[in-house]
């Protein structure tokens, strides 16, 4: 039934465009780039448990890499790429240092490296333009972008259940539950990290470039900002860190949310989504998908897969 459902979600998606409608075109590109964020920050902070609030560095990094080499005069295909292996070689250069921290240190350096790569790209301003922002080629995207952030989408979404399926996914899940025996037990812990933070980041570097070729600017603000590192956290956190489905389910809640109410407060978004974060650590730690009516309804329908 599973197959069923997710066939039809795919299809009308995949059609949808031709309906001609550039608001709800727009609301899906967002939509979509917020669940790549939130699904795949879930790969190393659901599956080991390592809450990565540095996570939106790995973004930004692609979008920056991105935009600098594809003004000068590289090709768009190899501009992508260039974005997402450099989010990866940040990934692997960091994760030495940071993998030796755990629990709240992990997470608050991580955050640190975040506002350390903000005011890097503000003060090199040589390279980067500073608070001016980079501006790349100017072009009608909105169709394309739709399209590759399906993709990209469609491709997290696949991962994640192959990763749910694998010895991979099972080394992960007995890092999350406890660490030290894993290590007893032979596991390589280190190695596990570092996989699923090269994953994450692969994702998030990708949906980097793909943001700056579409919005054709961007600042240190817009892709390092304090809002956007929260949001991917609130997101998954809310929807069910550690399930497949839960990411997607709160990355759709929060932005239906934003969309109605939060448009008129933007200055409350940063204080909303660490308050999402604190209300679901305290009161709903398992996420939406874990309240026994949903949980029920999701094993039901067979879109509840979790290690």
């Known amino acids: 039934m599973n197959r069923i459902i997710l066939g039809i979600v795919l299809l009308f998606l995949l059609i949808f465009p031709v309906f001609n409608l550039p608001y709800l075109n727009t609301f899906l590109i967002i939509l979509f780039m917020y669940i790549l964020l939130a699904e795949s920050y879930d790969i190393l902070g659901g599956y080991t448990g390592y809450i990565n609030m540095g996570h939106i560095a790995f973004f930004g990094i692609g979008a920056y890499t991105f935009g600098l080499l594809w003004n000068t005069g590289l090709s768009l295909y190899l501009s992508f790429l260039a974005g997402t292996l450099a989010a990866v070689v940040f990934a692997i250069l960091i994760s030495f240092p940071l993998f030796r921290l755990q629990g709240a240190y992990f997470s608050l350096a991580a955050f640190a490296l975040v506002k350390l790569m903000e005011h890097l790209t503000l003060n090199l301003s040589s390279i980067t333009h500073g608070s001016d922002g980079l501006k790349v080629l100017e072009g009608n995207r909105m169709i394309p972008m739709y399209y590759l952030s399906l993709l990209l989408v469609v491709a997290v979404v696949v991962v994640s259940f192959l990763i749910t399926r694998s010895?991979?996914?099972?080394?992960?899940?007995?890092?999350?539950?406890?660490?030290?025996?894993?290590?007893?037990?032979?596991?390589?812990?280190?190695?596990?990290?570092?996989?699923?933070?090269?994953?994450?980041a692969s994702f998030a570097g990708l949906m980097g470039s793909f943001y700056t070729w579409y919005t054709i600017f961007i600042n240190p603000s817009m892709v390092f900002g304090t809002e956007m590192a929260l949001m991917p956290i609130a997101m998954a956190m809310l929807g069910g860190s550690g399930v497949i489905i839960g990411p997607v389910i709160g990355a759709v809640f929060l932005l239906i949310v934003e969309e109605t109410l939060w448009t008129r407060f933007a200055y409350l978004h940063t204080a909303a989504y660490g308050l999402v974060i604190l209300?679901?650590?305290?009161?709903?730690?398992?996420?939406?998908v874990r309240l026994r009516p949903v949980r029920r309804f999701l094993i039901r329908v067979g879109l509840f897969k979790e290690l």
């Open 167 to 200: 010895r991979f996914g099972l080394a992960m899940a007995s890092v999350r539950e406890e660490e030290e025996i894993a290590f007893d037990f032979g596991v390589p812990v280190q190695r596990i990290k570092t996989t699923a933070m090269v994953i994450s």
């Open 279 to 288: 209300l679901v650590g305290l009161f709903m730690p398992g996420g939406l």
